[in-house]
């Protein structure tokens, strides 16, 4: 059993800074994925980025040299440093993990078996 918790959510201007923190509790395996999903508003949920099987960063066009995920392996958490925040990326966030996950499948929140609560990211304009 895997339990993820998000934090770090809140509300910032366009142009400004939040750093996302996903705390992970549970056994999983140095091979665990963790990444990071939103979902605004009427809309579906669409990938942010992930760290593949704890090793590989990967990231969506629209955040890529913006956003940074890393992982904190002594406090068992996966951060999302986000910079030059703009108000479409206005959104809930979640933390998703997955053990076994294959590459071609990192986008897809379906194929995602853990996930946080979400936490609310606000920019504003």
């Known amino acids: 059993q895997v339990q993820l918790v998000e934090s770090g959510g809140g509300l910032v201007q366009t142009g400004g800074s939040l750093r996302l923190s996903c705390a992970v509790s549970?056994?999983?395996?140095?091979?665990?994925?963790i990444g990071w999903f939103r979902q605004a508003p009427g809309s579906e949920r669409v990938f942010v980025a992930t760290?593949?099987?704890?090793?590989?960063?990967y990231y969506a066009d629209s955040v890529k040299g913006r956003f940074t995920i890393s992982r904190d392996n002594a406090k068992n958490t996966v951060n999302l440093q986000m910079n030059d925040l703009k108000p479409d990326d206005t959104a809930v966030y979640y933390c998703?993990?997955?053990?076994?996950?294959?590459?071609?499948?990192?986008?897809?929140?379906?194929?995602?078996?853990?996930w946080g609560q979400g936490t609310q990211v606000t920019v504003s304009s």
């Open positions: 998703a993990g997955d053990t076994g996950m294959i590459l071609s499948s990192i986008t897809n929140h379906a194929q995602y078996d853990d």
């Open positions: 549970g056994r999983t395996s140095s091979q665990y994925t």
């Open positions: 760290l593949f099987r704890g090793r590989t960063a």
